[in-house]
């Protein structure tokens, strides 16, 4: 009684406008395993919970009135069920009456889809939902046709706005511990996105799972469920990368812009419109895995930013490379997946007009060269430096800067140079036994057949 006295001293009384305006939570104390107090929140529930509202919606927002169905997915489960792979979008209605059987329409697909199976859910009970009105929430099983925001309705053409979504935080490289089991990371890390258990970004070169989350137990509940649903072991890296934050482009006419800005090859692959920065800007709707060229105009994309002393060296790369300072830039300390790979080799070249970044990769017995522009370049290093190599050696014309990370610590050193502007023809001189102007090859092109002649002086 004595906890009870003081909460009702400190706490305000309960008002039902205040909680209805969202401005007051009221609590509520009880045992769901010993029983005390469920079905009083059950009751209060019933008596103190606002009725269906107006939703925000375009063109309009829609009434709880209209006699015409819709609804809205605010939340995505799989494996309800672990012994069916089951997947349950739950769909808030919002108007009319709903009926099992309907057809209803997706206008993020603008496909009509019939609702054979609706489900009600009441802790672990689910039960076939016959009729459902607005404000009730109804669960339908379907293969990866729904995502959260999509809109459903008998025809209309609306989309429900105001759900929220949040940049991640922190963003992880995900390790696979069985190289086997790719396709099934890959299905998993999927479904899971979807969920919004996280958030998945993949780099358009290389075959990297990256991961935003906002907190650290998102990454907890990520490799727990993945281990326990899919059985597959992953475990998390640190990356290069602090934040992650949407770009957008009124302007068609200049995605170069945003282009320049974002220099990144990062995509966000899990829900939503995503952009990958190019000469023009390539999008990729909700559950695509290619993406097609589009303008920027209405659409979205991710940008993510390395941590400040990786940025302070990649900028000096990025200007030696403008101003034509540029030597070499070796990447080497490489401790990433390929045990062959020893150190990387950059130089500037100039392909067919355009300034280019070539990538030498330096293995024991072959080397495999790489053309890049500079932003694709960029993206490349900001990834991996730091991240699998450690140290960096940059030469320029004027001096050397030297990257070194241990640990967390990240230290440069730089240090005054003297050398000549090296070359960026990506053409070679070729060495040839025979000059073209001899006499030699000009009777051979007139007397074919005749190799052994000419290799005695003939003369044609």
Known sequence: MNHWSLARSALPPFDLDTFHAGHLSPVLFGS?????????????????????????????????SDK????????????????????????????????????????RSGKDMAVS???????????????????????????????????????????VTGIPN????????????????????????????????????????????????????????????IAKEYGVPIDFENMNFEVAR?????????????????????C??????????????????????????????????????????IETFLNDVKTAFNDGRLVQLKLMGYQGPDAALKSVAIKKIVVKRQDMLSFTYRYKTRDIIKNHILPEAMALLRADLGAVFRTALLETTEFDLNFEQHGDKVRIKRR????????????????????????????CAQNRGCARQCAQGCTG
């Open 268 to 309: 966000r692959g899990s829900h939503w419109c995503a952009g990958v920065f190019g000469p023009k800007c390539l999008v990729g709707g909700s559950g695509q895995t290619g993406f097609s060229q589009a303008a920027l105009h209405g659409h979205q994309g991710t940008a993510l930013t390395a941590a400040p002393q």
């Open 117 to 159: 199976n609706p489900m009600f859910f009441f802790g672990h009970d689910r039960e076939l939902a016959e009729e459902a009105v607005a404000g009730d929430i109804v669960g339908i099983p379907n293969h990866g046709t729904l995502s959260v925001g999509d809109t459903l309705t008998e025809g209309a053409s609306i989309n």
């Open 32 to 64: 769901a395993l010993k029983g005390i107090g469920v079905a009083e929140l059950l009751r209060t529930l019933g008596e103190w919970g606002p009725e269906p509202r107006p939703q925000p919606a375009i063109p309009e927002p829609i009434q709880p």
């Open 68 to 107: 015409k169905v819709s609804g809205f997915v605010f939340k995505v489960q799989a494996n309800m069920d672990a012994n069916h792979r089951d997947r349950i979008a739950f769909v808030r209605l919002c108007s009319g009456t709903f009926t099992r059987g309907m057809r209803l329409k997706n206008v």
């Open 416 to 443: 005054d140079a003297n050398r000549d502007v090296p070359s960026t023809s990506h053409d070679r001189t070729k060495h040839r036994l025979i000059a073209p102007e001899g006499k030699s090859l000009s009777a």
């Open 166 to 225: 949040f940049a991640p935080e922190i963003i992880r490289r995900v390790r696979l511990m069985d190289a086997m089991k790719t396709k099934q990371m890959a299905k998993a890390l999927n479904d899971l996105a979807e969920e919004g258990v996280a958030q998945v970004f993949r780099r358009m070169m290389g075959s990297d799972w990256i991961v935003g989350v906002v907190g650290p137990l998102q990454l907890e509940v990520l490799g727990s469920r």
């Open 246 to 266: 949407w770009i957008e482009s009124d302007d068609p006419e200049e995605p170069e812009t945003l282009y320049r800005r974002a220099e990144n090859q990062y």
